[in-house]
């Protein structure tokens, strides 16, 4: 069976339609989360992924979704995540604005989402997951699978687990925009960027070759 592991799409729905086509039509397809905010086409990713029955990952935007869309549309409150166009949650909630069943809908399955999923040796959690490994299941590592990075030593360095770089398992995961995907040891990032003008990127698991795309300029303007 062939396992692709998909970066963060954030509603890059014609550049996700593009890289799948380069891959095998057996190809079985996880997502580390992040399918949401930013991109102009949320909506139509999540039902995507959702109809076809993927596995995805919960990301942090999925999370803000959860907590803030319907107070936006009900007008009841600004957040961050709405206002603040680093976040991009204006992009979701114009998307959904005036398809309330399918927001439910939407909505109701993200509540499903892992932190994480486990398969062989490989750990695959939205964010920089390893140094929580041992942690995983418990509600206090929540935040951290989600917000995570590598070059966080100074903001979550005080709570990772001691001895993480030398676990006999490879983390895959998003959330840290790379340029080109982030290898080391045994983790590997693999969020390129698509909604900043980037390439969206697929990880075949067992081979680690990688498949990319350049962003559909639909996706962002």
Request: hydrophobic share 35%.
């Amino acid at each position: 069976m062939y396992r692709y592991i998909i970066g963060d799409v954030h509603g890059c729905f014609y550049t996700l339609q593009k890289l799948i086509a380069k891959l095998p039509k057996e190809a079985s397809l996880i997502f580390v989360g992040d399918l949401v905010d930013k991109g102009n086409f949320s909506k139509e990713t999540v039902e995507f992924v959702m109809q076809n029955g993927y596995p995805c990952i919960l990301g942090n935007h999925e999370y803000l979704m959860l907590l803030h869309i319907e107070e936006v549309l009900d007008g009841k409150s600004n957040p961050d995540w709405f206002v603040n166009s680093s976040f991009g949650g204006y992009k979701t909630v114009e998307n959904y604005r005036n398809d309330p069943q399918r927001l439910q809908e939407h909505l109701t399955w993200i509540k499903t989402l892992p932190r994480y999923i486990e398969i062989e040796n490989y750990f695959i959690t939205h964010a920089f997951g390893l140094p929580y490994y041992k942690r995983k299941n418990l509600q206090s590592s929540h935040t951290a699978l989600m917000s995570n990075r590598p070059s966080d030593i100074k903001t979550w360095g005080w709570d990772w687990e001691e001895g993480y770089e030398q676990y006999d398992i490879i983390n895959i995961y998003g959330h840290d925009v790379v340029k080109e995907i982030e290898t080391d040891k045994n983790h590997i990032g693999i969020d390129t960027g698509c909604v900043y003008g980037n390439q969206l990127t697929a990880l075949e698991l067992g081979t680690m070759r990688c498949y990319t795309q350049e962003v559909d300029s639909r996706d962002i303007k």
